[in-house]
């Protein structure tokens, strides 16, 4: 029995359509801003002669335009195939792949109720707020909204008065759309036309913040390039490594991204006291230990967890992270700037959280056979649910503003120590202290055990390891010394900022 196709509409002179589509198999269009740009230069390029163009909204993995078809069925088909393969051919070099960037074919509505039209110009300025990319609407600059707020020349010219007229005039376009939330339910095709779960979201915006931080930390060396390591998890999944060495400014450093899947293992079963359970994990986990002893090793890690039972529902999720610092000579305000950062971003989703996370930071990060911290801390945040209080969103929310704040609290301080002089005393001294933090991470911190479990990559799991390390027997340091001065502060937890 052959199977029924779905009649795909004829794009007509005269006729309005909402056309949209997505990268195949739900996979990313857009890897950052500039790609937007472009895929906006090229839209004007190949369509605006054929079409006009009523609204718009670019998102990672899919794209709207609603348009009037201004020429022939022949023409106006050609022309969006000819923007379809020209963006395909730029994004696949620029990103060494190959193949079909989107599905075919690209899906289009008719539309002949200018009732139905409105709602659609509303769903589809809202669609960025919707799906929890920004939390105002009116933010996102990929979408056609504030170019229906200004006089300048754009793409939705031709046809801008006369959306304005649909909703009466610019007052009430703007008011309706500050409006409660908008459902246009026939979207011909998609199931879930963003394909954004929370784990999609999520791992959409770890693979951006890799390329932010390690772009950033390869200026700030000035020297050395992170090394890309692709990689494949037999049982499902893998990651992407990048790993920075002999730096200038960076021994070594890694910031790597995975995404692994499959059966949990037994260990882990018994261990969330589950039976035949699989799982999702995705996340970034950062190291950077830098030449000089004068500027602190960092750590941070962002990660998202899903569990399934056997019918693959979704039984258990939630977030976790944070990051920390860890000095091998102590200056005060370094410590007050990166916890003043890890407070700012708490305090802009709960007036309680840096308090509960810094408090948790210092349990965690503690050296228990040793009785002394790893560092000066920071933030740890694990098992974050949903609740009455806070839906996965709203912790989505929360992480990923944690992980945008991780350059400001960082960087500033490595600028500021990185020139200081030092003895081959003090190089010592931070090999030393280095030994400890080898101890914390295989004795006692959770990730490395997991990936260990799980059957993870053993070299991204040991990148966080420091390549020059010493154990010297029974060392203490030099009473009245700034390396006494550490040890002291790190056998009780202080606070650094007022909560």
Not at 11 to 32: D, M, T
Not at 340 to 354: E, G, I, L, S
Request: aromatic content about 14%; charged content about 25%; overall charge neutral.
């Amino acid at each position: 029995m052959r199977s029924k196709k779905t009649k795909m509409e004829t794009l007509k002179r005269e006729h309005y359509y909402h056309i949209y589509n997505r990268g195949i198999n739900s996979g990313l269009l857009f890897n950052n801003e500039d790609n937007m740009q472009y895929f906006l230069q090229l839209v004007k390029r190949h369509l605006t002669s054929k079409v006009d163009i009523l609204c718009y909204c670019l998102m990672n993995n899919h794209f709207h335009i609603v348009v009037q078809i201004i020429s022939n069925e022949k023409e106006a088909s050609q022309a969006i195939s000819n923007l379809f393969n020209a963006y395909s051919k730029a994004f696949n070099k620029q990103n060494s792949r190959t193949g079909a960037l989107f599905e075919r074919p690209f899906k289009r509505v008719l539309i002949n109720d200018e009732a139905y039209l409105k709602n659609l110009v509303l769903y589809i300025h809202k669609n960025p707020e919707s799906h929890g990319i920004v939390e105002n609407f009116g933010d996102y600059k990929f979408s056609s909204y504030n170019a229906f707020l200004q006089n300048e020349q754009t793409i939705i010219s031709n046809k801008k008065d006369y959306i304005l007229n649909l909703f009466a005039d610019l007052e009430n376009f703007i008011f309706t759309h500050k409006g409660k939330k908008v459902e246009v339910p026939d979207l011909s095709g998609f199931k879930n036309l963003t394909g954004l779960s929370t784990k999609d979201k999520f791992y959409n915006y770890i693979l951006t913040l890799q390329d932010t931080i390690t772009s950033k930390l390869e200026t700030v060396d000035g020297k050395a390039k992170f090394q890309e390591d692709v990689w494949e998890r037999p049982e499902g999944g893998g990651g992407r490594t990048r790993v920075i060495e002999n730096g200038n400014v960076f021994e070594k450093g890694g910031v790597n991204i995975s995404a692994v899947h499959g059966e949990l293992p037994d260990s882990m079963q018994q261990y969330f006291g589950v039976k035949d359970a699989n799982f999702f994990a995705c996340g970034l986990s950062l190291v950077l230990h830098p030449k000089s002893p004068m500027v602190p090793t960092v750590h941070a890690n962002w990660r998202y967890f899903e569990m399934y039972d056997q019918q693959g529902n979704i039984v258990d999720s939630w977030f976790g992270g944070g990051q920390d610092l860890t000095p091998y000579y102590l200056f005060d305000e370094d410590a007050i700037h990166f916890h003043q950062v890890c407070k700012t971003a708490c305090d802009k989703h709960h007036p309680d959280f840096y308090k509960l996370y810094k408090k948790r930071c210092d349990e965690y990060f503690w050296n228990i056979h040793r009785n002394e911290a790893r560092g000066v801390g920071g933030l740890f945040f694990d098992y974050c649910k949903s609740s009455d209080d806070m839906s996965m969103n709203d912790w989505y929310n929360f992480v990923t503003e944690v992980g945008d704040s991780f350059l400001e609290g960082y960087v500033p301080i490595v600028e500021k120590r990185k020139e200081i002089a030092y003895s081959d005393e003090q190089r010592t001294w931070q090999e030393i202290r280095r030994g400890r933090y080898v101890e914390f991470n295989l004795v006692h911190d959770k990730g490395t055990l997991f990936g260990l479990k799980t059957n993870g990559r053993i070299e991204s799991i040991l990148m966080s390891l420091p390549p020059h390390v010493q154990w010297v027997y029974d060392h203490h340091p030099e009473k009245g010394s700034e390396e006494e001065k550490l040890i002291k502060t790190l056998k009780k937890p202080i606070d650094w900022v007022e909560f």
